[in-house]
């Protein structure tokens, strides 16, 4: 019976819930309540870009430092006290501090959000998969994670809802203040929960999933790493996805803008997004496994090419709600696809496993720079010139990103085809 509890299914759910439970404070309220956030911190778009850029320059540097902690600590420890970490930030989030605060208190997400949490999770994920379902393994993360975010944004779209008593449209900004004051504090209190299900039913995570196959990320390693063409690719890769997934955060602001839904309208479009995810990452990772995850990357990212081109273009408007649906939909398909794949390409590209915690560190430190620069380049863009044309700009920026990454996905696509 013992061992029963130890079932991979069972540690690839905890990993699934705990591994969207941290990101959903500094990412996920802001994705789903993005106008609704800046109106309630009254700051602006640049504002809210700079707090994510202090965000990504703490984790940049806690990307591959993580690395040697997370292979001295057990998982269930790091990630629980990670998970209450970031919960604590969270109530003092529901305060509304200054900008001042704003951004230290992003800072510190930047923190336990990856130097706390992120190697382990990677490695635990990659591990589970072992060597045929690489594929199946980050699908099932990537759109379990989407998953428990649809999940915690329904409520929070809820709670929202509840505690405004008229029409939204006509609602105080103190009553909206109040509302989402709510919505923070039930977050919060949701992370906290995780923390504890993680401390008491991680603990006995088997001995090969904390450090059996991984080393600290020595210079030896380093060096080892940057050997391989494979990492160079994948850097440009997770660079140019990473920055595609960003740009999701803006679609309910686009409905709100451009498509004149109300804020709860905008919201719950925000949400229902992130239901296919699951979906697109399951499926995706399915087929990467039949065939190749390489091809699926390529495929994704021409979606995004095409579809940021569309929404660049202008052409979808409030009178063209088909197609808005349709289009946004047909991104996140692109984004999902290329997202759950990066990492399941390491098994493909082979990169030995035992140095999988290294590679994840440098792969990362390039690949998600976009926490430093995309907000405050989109915040910039959107405040320059507020509604449809500063959303058109930013999405043409996207096309730009999409197109180097097709190139960079079909070179890494050859590449692999070479080393079978």
């Known amino acids: 019976m013992k061992k029963k509890s130890k079932s991979p299914v069972f540690i690839i759910l905890l990993l699934i819930l705990a591994g969207e439970a941290v990101f959903i404070l500094p990412f996920v309220i802001v994705r789903i309540f993005r106008t609704t956030f800046l109106e309630a911190f009254n700051i602006s778009q640049t504002e809210l870009g700079s707090c994510f850029s202090v965000y990504g320059l703490v984790a940049f540097f806690s990307y591959l430092f993580g690395g040697p902690i997370a292979d001295k600590f057990k998982p269930h420890t ?53 060597t045929q379902k690489q594929g199946l393994a980050f699908g099932f993360l990537d759109g379990g994670r989407g998953l428990v975010a649809a999940l915690f944004g329904s ?4 709670v929202f809802s509840m505690f ?22 039930y977050f919060s209190v949701a992370v906290v929960l995780v923390s504890l299900l993680v401390f008491f039913l991680l603990r006995k995570l088997p ?18 790493v940057l050997k391989f063409k494979a990492i160079w690719l994948l850097m440009i890769i997770i660079l140019c996805a990473y920055f595609s997934y960003k740009m999701t955060d803006l679609f309910s602001q686009y409905a709100e803008d451009v498509m004149k839904y109300n804020k709860i309208e905008a919201a719950k479009v925000g949400t229902y997004l992130l239901y296919l995810r699951p979906l697109i990452g399951v499926i995706i990772g399915l087929l990467a496994d039949r065939t190749r995850a390489s091809l699926w990357i390529v495929i994704g990212f021409i979606i995004m090419l095409l579809t940021s081109a569309l929404f660049a273009s202008g052409i979808i408007n409030e009178n063209l ?17 290329a997202r759950v794949l990066y990492f399941a390409a390491f098994e493909e590209s082979k ?17 998600y720079t976009p926490d430093i620069f995309a907000g405050p380049l989109m915040g910039y863009f959107l405040d320059k010139n507020p509604g449809a044309l500063g959303l058109r700009h930013v999405f043409a920026i996207m096309s730009g990103f999409s197109l180097i990454g097709t190139l960079a996905s079909v070179l890494f696509y050859k590449h692999c085809k070479k080393s079978i």
């Open 351 to 367: 990169i030995p496993i035992a140095i999988t915690g290294t590679a994840v560190g440098v792969v990362s430190i390039i690949g």
């Open 78 to 130: 790091l990630m629980s006290v990670a998970l209450l970490l970031t919960a604590l930030g969270g109530f003092y989030l529901s305060t509304y501090p200054d900008l001042v605060n704003l951004h230290i208190l992003y800072g510190f997400w930047g923190f336990t959000t990856i130097f706390l949490f992120w190697a382990a999770m990677i490695k635990a994920t990659r591990i589970w998969g072992g």
């Open 207 to 224: 001995n090969n999933i904390s450090n059996k196959n991984f080393n600290q990320p020595t210079l030896k390693n380093i060096k080892q």
């Open 155 to 158: 409520v929070g779209v809820y």
């Open 164 to 185: 405004i008593s008229t029409d939204i449209e006509i609602t105080s900004i103190t009553e909206r203040r109040l509302a989402f004051k709510q919505v923070i504090i």
């Open 321 to 337: 709600t088909l197609l808005f649906v349709l289009s946004i939909g047909t991104m996140a398909l692109g984004v999902y696809s």
